[in-house]
């Protein structure tokens, strides 16, 4: 089992940048993939972006694609979570997760239920 601890979220204006962090510890981090997801109030969590386990793809939702990066640093065990160009929309807590398939060389990432690993999350509002 993973822990995972997310930090950077916060209160911005549309068009503001946040940086949210992701610190993982236990088992071997960069043999998995991690993901971000979101849930607004009264909506189901939903995919936002993943990068897979060596780091080399990553992949994003539609509605994020051009304004959010993730990337990942396996010396420091953390993933991040680049959100530019924010939109009220955006608003929601945000989750880090690990994914439960070890190296997994495949590019689907979008179902919560292969990610086996969660934390707490970190709230992100955007005011208009």
């Known amino acids: 089992q993973v822990q995972l601890v997310e930090s950077g979220g916060g209160l911005v204006q549309a068009g503001d940048s946040l940086r949210l962090s992701c610190a993982a510890s236990?088992?071997?981090?960069?043999?998995?993939?991690m993901g971000w997801f979101r849930q607004a109030p009264g909506k189901e969590r939903e995919f936002v972006s993943a990068?897979?386990?060596?780091?080399?793809?990553?992949y994003y939702a539609d509605s994020v694609k051009g304004r959010f990066t993730i990337s990942r640093d396996k010396d420091k065990n953390t993933v991040y979570l680049q959100m530019n160009s924010l939109k009220p929309e955006d608003t929601a807590v945000y989750y880090c997760a690990a994914d439960r398939r070890p190296a997994y060389s495949g590019n689907y990432y979008a179902d919560p239920a292969l990610f086996g690993s969660w934390g707490q999350g970190t709230q992100v509002t955007v005011s208009s």
């Open positions: 236990g088992r071997t981090f960069s043999r998995y993939a």
């Open positions: 990068i897979n386990w060596s780091g080399g793809r990553t």
